[in-house]
């Protein structure tokens, strides 16, 4: 609690440590952005799994059948991406339609992995073209453009920490280079990723955002 945390591992069940759910559920509701990621054998304690569904916690990994290494590793990656596109849009509820919301909350957590507009609309059940339609029927950025800006607000999300690199950034999301990221950030918001740290990348993101995005529409 006394410095900048992503996310963490929490095995409730531990012999010394043991965690109740009403504890991580205040966990829960004290760090909202916090990625948490329970590491526990449930035989017998099946019914826990709803409780944690219910709880929202964001990642599960059954100790002793997918404790692998790189299974865990997936599932912390994928826990830290969904926390960190629920902190971003967070700030967005009451300012844009939920639709967007969605659309924007999916673009940022599969940011890294160079997603499609086929895949969003997939997620949402929808086809491509059912998808471009509700969206502009509501006054909503397209689906690239909402692609673009997943980039660009995870991209702000991670310079947050400022021991990471512009260049790692950039390579993390697809970019070419540090100086690609950069122009797109300045051609989108009008600052650069150093002026975005100064005043703060993730509020003046989501500020150009709705400003060009939004607002511009309206």
Same mark, same amino acid.
């Given at each position: 609690m006394t410095g900048p945390v992503d996310g963490c591992v929490i095995d409730i069940y531990h012999p010394s440590h043991a965690l109740s759910l009403a504890e991580l559920q205040r966990l829960r509701?004290?760090? @909202? @952005?916090?990625?948490?990621?329970?590491?526990?054998?449930?035989?017998?304690?099946? &019914?826990?799994?709803?409780?944690?569904?219910? &709880?929202?916690?964001?990642?599960?990994?059954l100790t002793g059948a997918t404790d692998q290494p790189a299974e865990t590793r997936r599932a912390?990656?994928?826990?830290?991406?969904?926390?960190?596109?629920m902190g971003v849009t967070g700030a967005l509820q009451g300012q844009l339609h939920p639709l967007g919301i969605d659309? &924007?909350?999916?673009?940022?957590?599969h940011a890294e992995d160079a997603p499609t507009a086929q895949q969003m609309a997939d997620a949402l059940a929808l086809t491509p073209a059912a998808l471009a339609r509700e969206l502009h029927d509501r006054r909503l @950025?397209?689906?690239?453009? &909402?692609l673009l800006w997943g980039r660009l607000l995870r991209a702000a999300r991670m310079l947050d920490n400022r021991d990471r690199s512009v260049e790692g950034t950039a390579f993390r999301?697809?970019?070419?280079?540090a100086s690609a990221l950069g122009r797109a950030f300045r051609r989108e918001t009008g600052f650069t990723p150093s002026e975005l740290r100064s005043r703060g990348p993730v509020v003046c993101a989501l500020d150009g955002f709705l400003r060009r995005e939004v607002r511009g529409r309206a």
């Open positions: 509701r004290r760090m @909202p @952005p916090l990625a948490i990621v329970v590491y526990s054998d449930f035989s017998d304690r099946e &019914l826990d799994l709803f409780e944690l569904g219910r &709880l929202k916690i964001d990642g599960v990994i912390v990656a994928g826990a830290l991406a969904a926390a960190a596109a659309c &924007l909350r999916w673009a940022i957590e @950025p397209t689906p690239s453009r &909402l999301l697809g970019y070419s280079s």
